[in-house]
Each structure stands twice: as C-alpha cells, then as structure tokens.
C-alpha cells in the first residue's frame, strides 16, 4: 500500500472531500458541549476544512492543525471571514510541542495515523490542553480493520482504547465494523467513534 504519509495522496484526498458533510461525530460534539460563545476547538487534521468551517459558523474560536504545506491557503480560502476567531498551524502532530487551551477537541480520522511510538506522547498532550470541563471527540482503528498490517499507523483493540479515555466521562463509545470504501478502495473498517468530557 502506497504510504498516506505521502503529501501528495494526503492532497487528492483532501480535493475528494470537498463536496462531503460535516463528519457526523463533529456535529454531535458540538450539540454536546453546548453553545460556544467564542469558546475554543481544536481541529486536529482539519484537512479539507469541512469540520473547521463549521466550528467557526457555530460561534467557536478555532485551532486548526494539519501537517500539509497548503493548509493556510485552503482553510483562509473557505472562511475569509473568521474576524480574527481562526488561528492556523502547520505542522505534523509529532512535532507539535503544546497546543492551546480549548473546550472542544476534534480529531477526524486522524489520529489513527501518528506512529504508535509518537501516540501515547501526543495522546497525552491533547488530554492536556482541554479545559474543564470540555469535550473531546475522536475516531480510532481497532486491531482488526483491514489496515492494521500498516506498522507505522497504531491501532487498539477495543479495552485499550477505552482505557486511553481513564479519568474521562465518555458520553459516546460506538463501534463501526463493516466493510466499505475508503479513499484507497475497498476495505474493512473498525472503528472507535468516542466523545468523552473531561470533568
């Protein structure tokens, strides 16, 4: 399998995702943590920038991060009109050193693809910076999708993944398993969709 490590393959599925909804677990975050009332979210891998247009048109400040050089360009392109409220950084989860305090925390397909000796450091950085209380919401693999072969990716089996959300209230914890379509073909799909609350 050709790397989604690779910018480019990460560009085409970006330039796929322009006609999609709103991912639903970001819609459902939001209607949990309430009116936003210029509060702060983070949007990690904003990609397409589908997810942080509708933080920003819900009222939110928002954070956006994706490692792919043209993010400012794509993301001041969709919402020229932030009025100051959007803040963009461009950089790989890796080497991201601290992120801004924030109320609401959306990770969209993303996480899964951090190397698994890098998850556990940044897992904790996210937890971090969420205020109390705040929401966050998040996709993970489980060890049985089709792409969990891939060793630079990580992946949990469903008690690991539970146990990465200690301390947290989960108000969400639904299991995907199905066979489907991804950006690269057809696959089998085992996900985690989870929305926790930091009390």
Partial sequence: MESLADSKVWADYNAAQAARSVRPLCVEAMALAGPANGRRAIDLGCGAGKETLALLNGGWRVHAVDSLPDTRERLLGIAPDADGRLSIEVRAFQDLRGLPEADLIFAGYSLPFIHPDKFGGFWALMLNALRRPAMVAVNLF?????????PEWN???EAEARRLFDGL??????????DGQSFRGPKHWHIFDVIARKP
């Fill in 142 to 150: 489980d060890d049985r999708d089709s792409w969990a072969d891939v």
């Fill in 155 to 157: 992946f949990h089996t």
């Fill in 169 to 178: 209230a989960i108000l969400k914890f639904e299991v995907y398993d199905a």
